[in-house]
């Protein structure tokens, strides 16, 4: 009975898909934070890592199904980490790519004389063997998805022209944090915003009328919403929150303690 128990009470384990998601939603948020701090535009990253728009995006948002094999998606990151001045190696090992053998094999007699038989300049060639398969592999996986987002794909051509479409640093407009100030969206027919706590506050996001969250975040939570006409954002601690537009540089809302309401609108084209 006691067993029973103890079995009931136990957590269901995710599955190995469940923990990449997961994991991969976590270290998103933080690469975004880190990006936003050093206020790196995406095309400053495409040019800094060598990596597609598209896949440092889908990496920021944790959008699994959008990137390669996972061996490769830890490659992506550990270059990523390492443009925003992480140490790219230990952070990208967090991701899991590949369940842990459980099982020692039994190694008989015949295979340890051969083991001891091995001599060091051996092994020496079959690490590099091993390293240069894995660089090649890599490598060829990075080339395929360039080509893939450079191809004749018209949902890969869609996303490419919208790229184009964003305007540039330079024109960007600056959206200062006044209360229920309306921001239009000029360049783009739908809106997106992203928010990082920088301290916990209480927040409300509206999108096209429709309450979409409120509640109160912690510190260093980072969520993202997108709106196909208007996005309304509130909260009571204007300077605990850091608010990006269209994946625009990130800026404070306002002031610690000071409530505010941003609301911004995209533009419908001209009929």
């Known amino acids: 009975m006691k067993w029973l128990k ?30 936003q701090e050093k206020g790196l535009s995406l095309e400053e990253m495409v040019a800094l890592t060598k990596i597609p728009r598209r896949l440092l995006q889908a990496i920021e948002e944790g959008n699994l199904n ?26 990208a090992s967090q991701f899991p790519v590949a369940f842990q053998a459980v099982n020692t094999p039994t190694v008989t007699p015949t295979q340890s004389i051969s083991m001891g038989l091995l001599r060091p300049v051996h ?18 996986v990075l080339n395929n998805a360039a080509l893939r987002a450079n191809g004749s794909d018209p949902k890969q051509n869609n996303q490419e022209a919208l790229v184009k479409n964003q305007p540039t640093q330079s024109q960007q407009s600056t959206t200062v944090p006044v209360s229920d100030r309306l921001i239009d969206n000029k360049d783009n027919q739908s809106v997106q ?35 196909q006409e208007q996005l309304t954002v509130k909260t009571n601690n204007a300077g605990g929150v850091l608010m990006s537009v269209n994946q625009q540089a990130a800026k ?20």
């Open 6 to 35: 103890r079995k009931n009470n136990e957590q269901p384990q995710l599955s190995l898909e469940e923990q990449r998601a997961e994991k991969l939603a976590e270290m998103g948020a933080q690469l975004w934070a880190a990006r």
């Open 193 to 227: 915003i992203g928010v990082t706590l920088k301290a916990s506050s209480w927040i409300r996001v509206v999108a096209d009328g429709k309450t979409e969250f409120e509640g109160i975040l912690p510190e260093g939570a980072h969520r993202v919403w997108k709106a």
């Open 123 to 140: 092994l020496y060639l079959l690490y590099i063997f091993l390293i240069i398969c894995s660089v090649s592999s890599l490598s060829h």
């Open 66 to 91: 959008d990137l390669p094999e996972p061996i490769y998606i830890q490659g992506l990151i550990r270059q990523f980490a390492d443009a925003v001045g992480f140490n790219g190696v230990e952070f």
């Open 252 to 271: 404070q809302m306002g002031e610690f303690g000071k409530e505010e309401e941003i609301k911004i609108a995209a533009v419908k084209p001209e009929s």
